[in-house]
């Protein structure tokens, strides 16, 4: 499986590197397992003076819309065979905290993920966080040249 990586070359932020990363491992690993293996996952990352958005994008079987809701909920997994019913034997590929436990690190940089999932643009996931953590002061982190990240891809 192809991943493309779409990204400034310089991004000024301040977060944690190591946790960032892990989100970034939990989201792409999500998409290769879950999307189409013809079609590569795309990962955008997008700045403005106050927030940094990374976008990772698979193609392929999509989330149900009933499922949505509790995606980010602990203990939530969900088949990637299409012919899977609730109820029948899934193979354990992962304990189903990956998402969980990435919504609690955004979170914790005082950001928010969402998705959207739909047959037409396949499954997208948002993480938008803040380049300075609250109450640091000034209008972005490249700005004031405080502090500088360079994000890594996972």
């Known amino acids: 499986m192809l991943v493309e990586l779409h990204a400034p070359s310089k991004l000024d932020a301040i977060f944690d590197e190591g946790r960032i990363a892990q989100v970034l ?48 909920d602990p203990m939530v997994r969900i088949a990637a065979n299409a012919d899977w019913k609730e109820g029948d034997y899934m193979e354990r590929t992962s304990l189903g905290i990956g998402l969980y436990i990435s919504r609690e690190i955004v979170h914790a940089h005082g950001g928010t993920i969402t998705l959207t999932s739909d047959p037409s643009s396949g499954t997208t996931f948002i993480v938008t966080m803040p380049r300075l953590p609250a109450g640091f002061g000034g209008a972005g982190a490249g700005a004031g040249g405080k502090s500088k990240s360079t994000p890594r891809a996972a």
């Open 25 to 72: 491992s939990n989201l792409i690993g999500n998409a290769i397992q879950y999307g189409d293996p013809e079609i590569p996952v795309s990962v955008r990352v997008a700045t403005n003076d106050d927030d940094v958005q990374i976008f990772v994008n698979n193609q392929g079987k999509t989330i149900p819309p009933e499922k949505l809701p509790t995606i980010f």
